[in-house]
């Protein structure tokens, strides 16, 4: 196994990692996230919807930030670098932390498969607490996470798409 020792390399292997893209279904994330024996000591509040999960992030971490929280968010997609993706109080984490996550969930996995997008869902949502359900609301990864609200309200099209 080569061992991976830069973000980028580690963003590489993750592109390969699972035979599709998209993969539904939650049992593989569940098991995963038992097996990091990891559960938040904070709320954890989910964002969906068809436009503006971005915005509505970064107006809640403001707010709770100012009002003298920590406050952890994951977003994507990145605009520059992959770090702005996890923030904590409002400031992309370094390489290092990304880094030391990738490695204890690709631990904690084991023989379980997952998707690029599942894998840094795990690991991110540990470090932070927030993150947007940029796909597919109720059968979408992050819902997966006891304890988690989610805050929704999809366009048509994404109603139609999930036959909901």
């Not at 599709?20 to 989910?46: C, N, S, Y």
């Not at 968010?73 to 702005?84: D, G, K, R, V």
């Not at 631990?107 to 997952?114: E, F, I, K, Q, Y």
């Not at 599942?118 to 359900?133: P, R």
């Amino acid at each position: 196994m080569m061992q991976r020792t830069t973000l980028n390399e580690w963003l590489q292997w993750l592109e390969g990692l699972h035979v599709t893209t998209i993969d539904m279904g939650l049992e593989r994330v569940r098991k995963v996230w038992h097996a990091m024996q990891v559960q938040p000591a904070f709320p954890v509040i989910m964002v969906a919807g068809t436009n503006g999960k971005g915005s509505v992030c970064a107006m809640l971490s403001t707010m709770y930030q100012r009002a003298g929280f920590k406050v952890g968010c994951y977003t994507s997609p990145h605009i520059q670098h992959y770090n702005e993706r996890v923030a904590i109080d409002l400031k992309p984490v370094s390489d290092e932390r990304i880094i030391n996550s990738f490695a204890a969930i690709d631990a904690a996995r084991g023989d379980t498969s997952l998707t690029y997008f599942e894998f840094e869902l795990l690991v991110l949502l540990g470090q932070t607490g927030w993150t947007d359900a940029n796909r597919n609301g109720r059968r979408d990864p992050g819902e997966g996470m006891e304890g988690m609200a989610c805050v929704s309200r999809r366009g048509g099209q994404r109603r139609a798409a999930l036959d909901d």
